[in-house]
């Protein structure tokens, strides 16, 4: 603090207040709206303390999704989530890992040819290229697998980046001590590398958790089947037609069960999440 | 940046390196080159036959009305979701800097949009601003505000700036809170003993060393705006009314996967692509600045 300004620090609370008020407020009517009933729902205005419907509408969600429009079961989603949430930032971390050990810790042919390939991922993203994707992801037999929700989100540059950029940082004083106790390279990347790299581990999995769990363009374009559904598309699927038509307190009870799972990720992993933010962006 | 000591082996960094450049080369490299291949492509109604028309489907597209109209609605669309977002983050992020007491409350409540999906988002949003049902719907009726965004394309759009900004708050927010945070202090004490005041200090001292971070958000919020935006946009205008809301990766996949014009789509596929190269270039020119800064 540089000085004191007693009536600045009001209005800056006051400005803080109400940015967290309106950042807040979609949450807050989307809770409520999840407790009520249909009825309460589709009065003008709808009620803004919770109803008491917050068993049923979960329960109903969870079972049996709604029932004008998607039938398809929240639970069986969650779980189309978890798997994809869990394994692009598991199979994004093992492949980015080794990649960058080879190409920090090898000299070869073709090296810098490789962390080029690689580099250029950077300026495909999925929404440039979604017809053909498509194609060969169907030429392939990957439409509604877990494999195809799944593998092609595993490549990634910034990933290997930030591997290589932190390798660069490993003494070599390390590298040189394990050679000549006669440690390979594969011995020297588990018991040296691996450990070393737990920090970036850990702040990259809660970003590309968020970014697997939140994923909408590709499952949307690779699954058919309502068992493949995750929930960010099971609620796109719940919305049938014009607004009165909608369950809108089962749509908001699947939007809280969406959001649930990576909230927590970022409010509980705080220091990881930011630390992942701001490094992987750079 | 090279490593003085390194292992040796013929084969190892290859297996090494291989499930990374199998997936590049699978799902990235080969996809791109059928999207530069079919965008040179005029397919038949049924996708039995094609033949080759050279440049014929962009010159189609530039002619096209609609098309040259999905350039004007993202320029207009990401110019309002990267100003509006940076401007309310960067008040944010100066406030915040300021408080002690509750900074911690309200960096959690600020924060945490970050981890809703896009299309989870416009749901929520699409709720509110429902025409018939909605709770703001109802408040902005009481001021006499007829508000129905599914008719309304200009409504539509301020529907999709405002959730896809709530969305992103969080993000330029903490990248701006870093960036205070690593002003010295020092700086703004002798400007302080010197006279300057709050205001003074944050438009000669604050603004001009954050300048390389505003240019990063700017990219970055540019980059969402153009390709993370979807997700809002299909669940909620899908483009209309009248394509008042159809940005142009919408509109490679509304004319690609539902109107199934596979030419059309994929020649738009390579000028998106050639906008994203252009702003990676940008960004990675400017991160090269930033490093000597």
Redesign the interface.
């Known amino acids: ?3 004191k ?1 007693p009536l ?2 009001v209005v ?2 006051a ?2 207040i109400i ?2 008020l309106l ?5 807050y ?2 809770f409520v ?1 999840s407790t009520l009933s249909f009825e309460e ?2 009065s ?3 009620p ?1 303390l919770p109803g008491d419907r917050f068993l049923e509408n979960y329960t109903q969600v969870l079972t049996a999704g709604t029932t004008t429009g998607s039938h398809a079961a929240v639970l069986d989603m969650l779980f189309n989530s978890t798997v994809m949430a869990l394994a692009v930032p598991l199979g994004k971390i ?3 890992i ?2 960058s ?8 042919p073709l ?1 810098n040819f ?1 962390f080029w ?2 580099f ?6 999925v ?10 992801m169907a030429d ?1 037999g990957l439409l509604n697998t877990y494999a195809g929700l799944t ?2 989100l ?2 990634s540059a910034t990933a ?1 980046f930030l591997f290589r950029q932190f ?2 940082t490993i003494p ?1 004083e390390l ?2 001590a394990a ?1 000549m106790d006669g440690a ?3 011995r ?1 990347f588990w018991d040296v590398v691996v450990p070393l790299s737990k920090t970036t581990m850990a702040a990259l999995f809660v970003i590309q958790f ?1 970014y697997g ?5 590709w499952p ?2 690779i699954t058919s089947e309502e068992s493949m559904y995750t929930v ?2 099971g ?2 699927r719940m ?1 049938v037609g ?3 038509a909608n369950e ?1 307190n089962l ?2 009870a699947t ?1 809280m069960l ?2 649930l799972p ?2 927590l ?3 509980l992993m ?1 220091k990881w ?2 630390k992942g ?2 490094e992987t ?2 | ?1 090279e ?8 084969w ?3 297996v ?2 291989a ?3 199998a ?13 530069v291949w ?1 965008s040179f492509q005029l397919q038949d109604a049924f996708g039995l036959s094609s033949q080759f028309v050279g440049l014929e489907n962009f010159k189609f597209l530039f002619r096209d009305p609609h098309y040259l109209q999905s350039f004007k609605t993202t320029a207009v669309f990401s110019v309002a979701v990267a100003g509006s977002g940076i401007a ?1 983050s960067l ?2 992020a100066t ?2 800097d ?3 007491r ?1 900074a911690l ?2 960096k ?13 988002a416009g ?6 601003f ?6 703001v719907t ?1 408040v902005l009726k009481g001021f006499g505000i007829d508000w129905n965004w ?1 008719i309304n394309g200009n409504q539509a759009m301020l529907l999709i700036v405002i959730a896809s900004v ?1 969305k992103q ?1 969080s ?1 330029n927010f ?2 701006f809170l ?1 960036g205070l945070q690593s002003i010295p ?1 020092s700086l ?2 002798a400007a ?1 003993i010197d006279g300057a005041g ?1 205001a003074r ?1 944050f438009w000669t001292i604050v603004i001009p060393l954050l300048s390389p971070v505003t240019f990063f958000l700017l990219v ?1 919020n540019i980059v969402y705006a153009f ?1 993370e935006t ?2 809002v946009i ?2 909620t205008t899908q483009g209309g009314p009248a394509q008042a809301t159809q940005i142009l ?1 919408y509109k ?2 509304h004319d ?2 539902k109107s199934a014009d ?1 030419g059309g ?2 020649a738009q ?1 390579v000028i ?2 050639i906008i ?2 252009a702003l ?1 270039a940008i960004q990675f020119r400017f ?1 090269e600045r930033k490093v000597q800064y």
Not at chain 1, 101 to 108: G, K, P, Q
Not at chain 2, 3 to 10: C, E, G, I, L, Q
Not at chain 2, 123 to 128: P, T
Not at chain 2, 130 to 135: D, E, R
């Open positions: 603090m540089v000085e300004r600045l620090d800056s609370h400005i803080l940015g967290a950042i807040a407020f979609p949450l009517v989307t709206a729902i589709m003008v205005p709808m803004l093992t492949i980015s080794l990649s050990f080879a190409i920090v810790y090898f000299r070869f090296r490789f390939m690689i250029v991922t950077l300026m495909l993203p929404e440039v290229r979604i017809i053909p994707t498509f194609k060969v392939l593998l092609p595993i490549a290997t390798f660069m070599d590298a040189e050679r390979g390279p594969m020297f968020i769990w939140n994923q909408y363009l949307l374009l960010v598309i609620i796109k919305i014009g607004d009165a809108w749509v908001m939007a969406a959001m990576p909230a990720v970022v409010l705080q999440f930011v933010l701001v962006e750079k | 940046m490593k003085r000591v390194v292992f040796r082996s013929a190892l960094p290859y090494l390196v499930p990374q450049l997936i590049t080369v699978v799902f990235f490299f080969w996809p791109a080159g059928q999207a079919y309310i008040l944010l406030m915040a300021r408080v002690i509750g409350v309200y959690t409540i600020l924060i945490w949009p970050y981890a809703v999906a896009a299309a989870v749901v929520l949003w699409a709720f509110l429902a025409p018939s049902i909605g709770i109802y599914i709530w708050i993000y903490l990248f870093a202090k703004l004490e302080a709050p200090r970055v390709f979807f997700g299909d669940a990766v490679v996949y690609g996967v596979i789509s994929s596929s998106l692509m994203v190269i990676t991160i």
